[in-house]
C-alpha cells in the first residue's frame, strides 16, 4: 500500500461520526481514491417505514450526506489542517423505493479552497437506482 493510500483511509476514518453506527453506515476502504468513495447501507427494520421493508427516505438522505461529507474529506491534503466540513446544501431525488442494502457512490464534481460541490448516486444490491443527491462543503479551517 502506498502513503497516499494510507492517507485516504486515516482521512476516512477520521470522517466517520458516531451516528453512521447507528444507521450502519460503513466505507468501503478498498475503494476509496482522491475525490471518489463508496459507503454501505444495510437495510434493517429498525430503518423501515411504517411498511417495515421499505428504507427510510432519511437513512437514504443521512447516506447521501455521509457520502458527500467523507468524499470531501478526501480531499485534504497530507500537510493541509482542516477543522471541519460543514453541508451548506443538501438535495436529494428519490427515484425508488430502497428495499434491499444499499450503497452510495460520491465523486467531488468541484473543489476550491474552501467550497465543495459532490455528486452521489445510491443503488441498491441489484444495481437499481434509488436516489441520487447533490451536497455542497464548506471547508473550515484553524483561524
Not at 4 to 10: I, R, S, T, V
Not at 20 to 36: A, R, V, Y
Not at 40 to 53: C, I, N, Q, Y
Not at 58 to 77: F, H, V
Amino acid at each position: 500500500m502506498n502513503s497516499e493510500q494510507d492517507h485516504l483511509k486515516k482521512t476516512v476514518s477520521e470522517a466517520i461520526v458516531p451516528y453512521w453506527s447507528l444507521l450502519g453506515i460503513t466505507p468501503n476502504l478498498e475503494n476509496i481514491k482522491k475525490g471518489k468513495i463508496i459507503l454501505d447501507l444495510p437495510m434493517k427494520k429498525d430503518l423501515g417505514t411504517r411498511f417495515t421493508e421499505v428504507m427510510h427516505g432519511g437513512a437514504i438522505a443521512s447516506l447521501i450526506d455521509a457520502a458527500a461529507a467523507t468524499c470531501s474529506s478526501t480531499l485534504r491534503k497530507e500537510d493541509e489542517e482542516w477543522s471541519g466540513l460543514v453541508t451548506t446544501d443538501l438535495n436529494v431525488s428519490y427515484l425508488n423505493a430502497a428495499m434491499k442494502d444499499v450503497q452510495a457512490e460520491a465523486e467531488a464534481i468541484r473543489a476550491g479552497k474552501t467550497i465543495v460541490y459532490v455528486q452521489v448516486n445510491v443503488k441498491d444490491t441489484d444495481g437499481k437506482f434509488i436516489a441520487s443527491g447533490r451536497a455542497t462543503y464548506m471547508i473550515l479551517r484553524p483561524r
